[in-house]
């Protein structure tokens, strides 16, 4: 069996590339000491946070001078995303904190206009500047997944160096290689089979085992655009048997209706489900753990297993919600959120996603104008960096018969659209609900989104009440009023009835990607069908290409991928027979 090592500094999702890795037959070392870097055969970084945080951690491991010296030595090397960063000379995110000092130039910020949200957080293409195995099989229409707020940009300097742009309001670049060394701004392990490719390639050439011949690689053109996400969201608690089932409310009501207290809607069993949905295409899955907490989430075991088995057979990005909060188990110990989301982390999830306690840090934000460093949202983005932390509103309408009534609050103007107040009122604000949608908190959503923002929210995940369970359409005035508020990406959720909802929205607002559940759950309309529906409507979305097919011993890929984005015949080429084993919860 091939052995690959794997650097774990302690922050991020490691276990999503073990994963990838793991799925293409190898077996896969954790590196824990300085030592076990010079002995390494291949050899890569996953990183994700703040470039400051990890140079530190790097230094404390004494892991900074065996690293430089693996790769001065030319030695198989693969850094992802901010492993690809720590080899410059240092970084505008920790101005004081110095990189690796490997390659020539600084990572900066983007320079890019508002229009834009940052982080770039979603599928993009890339524009190959020199052969490369990693590159065998690229087509038009291929993405891969990025996330992150800081770039680097072309140089003469790296021109040697530079493997691949991208582009994101400016051109930046997303990939370096030189001999055996190569570093890329993109997730392979969560961009898909076509990700999955390239780490098999990239494995294949470092033990000299070229792989087989493909396609040419597309040298000096573009695959993709930046594409907008379709995002599979499963509601996940436990049903009055205590099993773990997807459910979906109706404004927030989850029990069949009926006669006294009906049962917990059943919809499906998680894993089973969210594997469907990384078959059909969708961009990113989100486990919402709506289940009441009497104790910490650490103790919910069942759910930290769905976790674990669906980042071993799913390969986009997992985000996870539900109880992440400072918190007290039964017996009296204490839990941090940062150790509530390290768990999560830890189980298979990207990123995490925190509700009613962002309202609270909100709060006390706009109260007092000032940061503490201890609320959840600020501990988890210092550690694993802003990307990796949601937002989830639940804001409800509030109708108002003038400005004047709104008492300061941001308004909407409902004329143009069907919603109208019980006077037949045109405005309302919207106010952000905690604990469920049960309990107001006064607030509005522009004055919470501009805090957690702040705070260091990364992305908005913005779920109208009012529009829970009716598939008539995203809240249209809400998502476009945020998508104006902040710099960050907006996820719109809640109200999708059908495909045509999705272009509707994607037309009328520039959030950045769309959540649904029922309408998938209930088998009304396939992420497929959307995301034809959209490339109809000149939407730019990802494809889903090549599959994994797992054997007993290891995986293959099979490099088989429509000529073009999500066209009827491409579809209806793409009838290959998925078959991912995972165990179903």
């Given at each position: 069996m091939?052995r690959?090592?794997l650097?774990?500094y ?6 999503s590339?073990k994963?990838?890795?793991i799925?293409l ?9 300085p ?7 291949v050899l890569?970084?996953?990183g994700v946070g703040?470039?400051g945080?990890c140079?530190?951690?790097l230094?404390?491991k004494g ?5 430089r010296?693996y790769v ?6 693969l850094g992802i995303?901010l492993g690809?960063q720590?080899l410059f000379?240092?970084s505008d995110?920790?101005?004081g904190?110095?990189?690796l000092?490997?390659l020539?130039?600084?990572v ?5 206009d508002k229009?834009?949200?940052v982080?770039?957080?979603g599928w ?5 500047q020199?052969?490369s195995?990693?590159f065998n ?6 993405a891969?997944?990025f ?8 140089s003469?300097?790296l021109t ?15 990939g370096?290689s030189?001999?055996r060394?190569?570093?890329v701004?993109?997730?392979p392990e969560?961009?898909?089979?076509i990700?999955?490719r390239m ?6 050439d ?6 087989p ?9 573009f695959s993709?655009?930046?594409?907008k ?10 049903n009055?048997q ?19 207290k009906?049962?917990?809607?059943n919809?499906g ?12 295409g969708a961009d ?5 753990n709506i ?6 989430p650490?103790?919910d ?6 976790l674990?088995?669906?980042?071993s057979?799913?390969?986009?990005p997992?985000t996870v919600g539900?109880?992440?909060k400072d ?6 110990v ?5 150790q509530v989301?390290?768990a999560?982390?830890?189980?298979g ?9 962002a309202v ?5 934000w706009i109260?007092t ?23 989830s509103l639940?804001?409800r ?7 004047a009534a709104?008492d300061?609050?941001?308004l909407?103007?409902q004329?143009g659209?069907?919603?109208r107040?019980p006077n ?7 106010e952000?609900?905690?604990?469920g949608g049960r309990?107001?908190s006064?607030l ?6 501009r805090a957690v923002?702040r705070?260091g ?5 913005v ?6 369970g009716q598939n008539n359409g ?8 945020l ?9 719109a ?5 059908n495909a045509?909802h999705?272009?509707?929205?994607f037309?009328a607002?520039?959030?950045e990607?769309a959540?649904a559940?029922?309408i ?8 497929t069908?959307v ?9 730019p979305v990802?494809?889903?290409?090549a599959a994994?097919?797992a054997?007993?011993?290891q995986?293959r ?6 000529a ?11 009838a290959?027979?998925?078959a ?6």
């Amino acid at each position: 069996m091939v052995r690959v090592a794997l650097i774990d500094y302690g922050a991020g999702n490691v276990r999503s590339l073990k994963n990838a890795l793991i799925s293409l037959g190898l077996d896969v070392d954790e590196i824990l000491s300085p030592e076990e870097i010079s002995t390494a055969h291949v050899l890569l970084f996953p990183g994700v946070g703040s470039f400051g945080n990890c140079m530190e951690v790097l230094k404390a491991k004494g892991f900074v001078e065996p690293l430089r010296a693996y790769v001065r030595a030319d030695r198989p090397f693969l850094g992802i995303c901010l492993g690809m960063q720590t080899l410059f000379e240092g970084s505008d995110e920790s101005p004081g904190a110095e990189g690796l000092g490997l390659l020539p130039g600084r990572v900066g910020r983007f320079n890019i206009d508002k229009s834009l949200a940052v982080p770039q957080i979603g599928w993009n293409g890339i524009s190959p500047q020199q052969e490369s195995p990693l590159f065998n099989g690229l087509q038009s229409g291929d993405a891969l997944y990025f996330v992150h707020s800081f770039r680097v940009p072309p140089s003469a300097e790296l021109t040697p160096w530079t493997l691949c742009l991208s582009r994101y309001g400016e051109t930046y670049v997303s990939g370096v290689s030189r001999g055996r060394v190569s570093a890329v701004q993109f997730h392979p392990e969560k961009s898909g089979a076509i990700g999955l490719r390239m780490l098999k390639a990239f494995i294949s050439d470092a033990l000299g085992s070229p792989p087989p011949p493909q396609a040419p690689s597309m040298t000096g053109t573009f695959s993709t655009e930046y594409c907008k996400r379709v995002v599979a969201c499963l509601d996940v608690r436990a049903n009055d048997q205590g099993d773990l089932v997807v459910t979906k409310g109706d404004q927030y009501d989850v029990r069949e209706r009926g006669g006294g207290k009906g049962s917990v809607r059943n919809l499906g069993k998680p894993v089973a489900l969210a594997r469907r949905y990384y078959e059909e295409g969708a961009d990113e899955i989100t486990f919402l753990n709506i289940t009441g907490f009497r104790e910490c989430p650490l103790s919910d075991l069942p759910m930290l297993q769905v976790l674990r088995e669906a980042s071993s057979c799913i390969f986009v990005p997992l985000t996870v919600g539900g109880g992440i909060k400072d918190m007290v188990d039964q017996r009296g110990v204490k839990y941090s959120a940062l150790q509530v989301a390290d768990a999560y982390f830890r189980a298979g999830a990207d990123k995490i996603s925190i509700g009613s306690d962002a309202v609270d840090a909100a709060r006390h934000w706009i109260e007092t104008g000032k940061t503490t460093g201890s609320t959840s949202i600020e501990q988890i983005s210092f550690v694993y960096g802003k990307q990796a932390v949601v937002v989830s509103l639940d804001p409800r309408r509030v109708w108002v018969a003038d400005e004047a009534a709104a008492d300061g609050h941001a308004l909407a103007d409902q004329r143009g659209h069907e919603a109208r107040g019980p006077n037949g009122e045109t405005l309302c604000w919207y106010e952000c609900t905690v604990h469920g949608g049960r309990k107001g908190s006064g607030l509005d959503v522009v004055q919470v989104s501009r805090a957690v923002e702040r705070l260091g929210c990364g992305e908005l995940l913005v779920n109208c009440i009012d529009k829970d369970g009716q598939n008539n359409g995203f809240e249209l005035p809400l998502l476009q009023m945020l998508r104006e508020t902040v710099g960050i990406p907006v996820i719109a959720s809640s109200g999708a009835g059908n495909a045509t909802h999705f272009s509707e929205l994607f037309a009328a607002c520039s959030v950045e990607a769309a959540l649904a559940a029922s309408i998938f759950h209930r088998h009304q309309v396939t992420i497929t069908e959307v995301k034809r529906h959209l490339a109809e409507h000149d939407v730019p979305v990802r494809r889903a290409a090549a599959a994994v097919i797992a054997t007993s011993g290891q995986s293959r890929l099979l490099g088989v991928s429509p000529a073009r984005a999500f066209t009827l015949a491409a579809l209806a080429a793409a009838a290959l027979v998925v078959a991912v084993r995972c165990r179903a919860q």
